[in-house]
C-alpha cells in the first residue's frame, strides 16, 4: 500500500489546491473525489452562476440597443442555450482542473472517502470495490451542501436548491426565493433579468447580511425598481403545493398572510460536509457538522487538517484555497505568513448588478466595537467613465482609523466593484495609508477613479465632487 505524505478528501477549490501546493513543495500526495474534480464551485456554484450572470448582462444590455432607434426582436431566445453555455463553462473548467492535477502528478481517485482509523481512509468506489489510502497527513475538504429547511424540502421540481435552479432548463413565469444573502441575490438577479417574476422572502430586516447596511439597502432599492419584490423581517411558516406550483404562508411585516409562484428556490445557507466521514472513529471534534479546527486549521487529531466550507470560516471558494495552502505550507515545514488567515482580509463579493464587494468590518460592526473610524464616502458619478458607460449608480466607502489612518475596510457597490476591490484590499495588506493612494496616478478615465476619490476625500481633498 503506497504510504503518502498528504491525503486529501475532496477536490474543489479547498482540495485542488492544497494538492497542487503540495506537490510544489515536493510532498507525494493523493487526492480522493466522489463527483467531479473542481467540487461544488466548478460544476454547481461559481462558475456556472457567474456564466448565467453573463449571459443575463447580454440579454438586458441587448434591449438598450432601443435606445439607440434600433427594433429588437427576442424571436427564437431559447433559455435551454443560455443554460448550455453555463454547462460549457462548468465542464471547460473540471477539465482544466483534470489537466492540472495530471501535470502535477498527483494521483487522483476517484471514490467515497471514510476515515478506518486517523492514518488510514477507505475509499468505496463507484462499482462497489473498495481500496486503502495510507497517509502521513490528511486534509478534509469536503465542502458543504445547499441547507435544507424543514416543511420547505427540495424536490428540485417546485421546490429547488441553488443546484437545481443551475440546472433549470426552461424558467417558470414566477418564483419566491427564500434567504436575501448572496446565493438568493445573485438567482433574484439572473431570473429577473430574464423576465422571471421574483419575490424575496427574507427572515432577517437586512438582504445580504453581512454586507454594510447602506449598500445592502441601495442594492434593495435598485431590485425592487426592477420589480423584485421584498418581504423582509419576514419568516416562511408552511408551504403547500398544488398542481400551479406552490403557496408559501408568511408572517412579518408588510407581508400577505400567503403567497405563491409557480417555483420556490431554498436559498438558506450551506450544511458541513461532514457526515459519512466516519469522524468518530478518529476523534475529530465537531459542532453542528461543522469540523472544529486550531491554528493551521488543525483539527482536533494532530494529523489530520481541515480546510474550506466544512469549517467555520467564510463560506467562499477563495477562502477554501487560500486555507490549503496554508496547511500544506505548513505540513511542508514552511512557516506560512498566517496561523489562521484573517477574516478581514478575505474579499467578499456578489456578482449581481450593480456588483458589491468588500472587505474588513461593517459600520455597525466598528461601532459594536467601539472602533475609532473615520469614513469617506465617493459616489460612481463623480467619475467620467462611469458616465461615459452610463453606470453611475454606486459608490465606495472607505473606513480607516482615527488614529494611524489604516484602512480597517472598503465596501463598494456599482460596476465591476469585485474586481476595483482588490486595489484597496492590497493596500490594506501592504499596509498603506489612503494618503499613499491618494498620491498614486490612476489612469483616467476608469473606474478605479472612485477608488482614488474616495481616498482623496479620506484626506479632505476630492476633487470631483
Ligand atoms: P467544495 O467545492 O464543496 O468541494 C468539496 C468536494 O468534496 C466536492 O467535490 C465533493 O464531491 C467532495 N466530497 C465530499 N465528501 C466526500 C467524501 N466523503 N469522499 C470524497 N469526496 C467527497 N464562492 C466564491 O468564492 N465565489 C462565488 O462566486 C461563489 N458562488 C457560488 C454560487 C453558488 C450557487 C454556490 C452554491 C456556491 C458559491 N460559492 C462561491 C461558494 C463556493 O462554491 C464554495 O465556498 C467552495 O466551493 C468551497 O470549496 P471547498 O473546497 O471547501 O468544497
Not at 451542501?145 to 424558467?171: M, N, Y
Not at 499596509?431 to 498620491?439: F, M, S
Request: net charge neutral; aromatic share 8%; proline share 3%.
Amino acid at each position: 500500500m503506497a504510504q503518502y505524505d498528504v491525503g486529501i478528501i475532496g477536490a474543489g477549490p479547498g482540495g485542488y489546491v492544497a494538492a497542487i501546493r503540495a506537490r510544489q513543495l515536493g510532498l507525494k500526495v493523493a487526492l480522493v473525489e466522489r463527483d467531479k474534480a473542481g467540487g461544488v464551485c466548478l460544476n454547481v456554484g461559481c462558475i456556472p452562476s457567474k456564466a448565467l450572470i453573463h449571459q443575463a448582462e447580454i440579454y438586458t444590455q441587448a434591449h438598450e440597443l432601443t435606445e439607440l432607434g434600433a427594433t429588437l426582436s427576442l424571436k427564437g431566445f431559447d433559455y435551454q442555450k443560455v443554460y448550455k453555455k453555463s454547462r460549457q463553462a462548468a465542464d471547460t473548467l473540471s477539465k482544466g482542473v483534470q489537466f492540472l492535477l495530471k501535470k502535477n502528478n498527483i494521483d487522483y481517485i476517484s471514490g467515497q472517502a471514510s476515515f478506518k482509523d486517523k492514518g488510514q481512509v477507505i475509499i468505496k468506489k463507484a462499482d462497489g470495490q473498495s481500496s486503502t489510502l495510507e497517509a502521513r497527513h490528511f486534509i478534509i475538504a469536503t465542502g458543504s451542501r445547499p441547507r435544507e429547511l424543514k416543511g420547505f424540502e427540495f424536490d428540485e421540481k417546485q421546490v429547488i436548491s441553488s443546484t437545481g435552479a443551475l440546472f433549470l432548463q426552461q424558467l417558470p413565469k414566477s418564483i419566491i426565493i427564500l434567504g436575501a444573502g448572496v446565493i438568493g441575490m445573485e438567482f433574484a438577479h439572473i431570473m429577473n433579468a430574464f423576465g422571471v417574476k421574483v419575490t424575496v422572502v427574507e427572515l432577517l430586516d437586512q438582504i445580504l447580511a453581512g454586507a454594510d447596511s447602506e449598500c445592502a439597502a441601495k442594492m434593495r432599492s435598485i431590485f425592487e425598481r426592477r420589480g423584485v419584490q421584498f418581504y423582509s423581517s419576514t419568516e416562511a411558516q408552511k408551504m403547500k403545493k398544488n398542481s400551479q406550483g406552490i403557496s408559501l404562508s408568511l408572517k412579518g411585516k408588510g407581508a400577505p398572510p400567503e403567497l405563491s409562484a409557480e417555483m420556490l428556490l431554498v436559498a438558506v445557507g450551506r450544511a458541513p460536509n461532514s457526515e459519512g466521514l466516519n469522524l468518530e472513529q478518529t476523534g475529530i471534534t465537531t459542532k453542528k457538522g461543522t469540523i472544529m479546527v486550531h491554528d493551521y486549521y488543525q483539527t482536533s487529531v494532530a494529523n489530520i487538517f481541515a480546510i474550506g466550507d466544512v469549517i467555520d470560516t467564510p463560506q467562499l471558494a477563495h477562502v477554501a484555497s487560500k486555507e490549503g495552502e496554508i496547511v500544506v505550507e505548513y505540513i511542508a515545514g514552511k512557516k506560512p505568513r498566517y496561523k489562521r488567515f484573517p477574516d478581514s482580509l478575505y474579499p467578499s463579493a456578489v456578482y449581481t448588478e450593480p456588483e458589491l464587494a468588500f472587505f474588513g468590518p461593517t459600520e455597525e460592526q466598528l461601532k459594536e466595537e467601539k472602533v475609532e473610524y473615520q469614513k469617506s464616502v465617493f459616489p460612481y458619478r463623480g467619475a467620467g467613465k462611469s458616465v461615459a458607460i452610463d453606470s453611475t449608480e454606486g459608490q465606495v466607502t472607505l473606513y480607516f482609523s482615527k488614529s494611524h489612518h489604516e484602512f480597517l475596510a472598503a465596501h463598494i457597490i456599482g460596476k465591476h466593484a469585485t474586481e476595483l476591490v482588490h486595489e484597496l484590499l492590497l493596500a490594506k495588506h501592504a499596509e498603506l495609508l489612503p494618503e499613499d493612494l491618494a498620491d498614486m496616478v490612476h489612469a483616467h478615465p476608469t473606474l478605479s477613479e472612485v477608488s482614488l476619490e474616495a481616498s482623496r476625500a479620506a484626506e479632505g481633498w476630492a476633487i470631483h465632487i
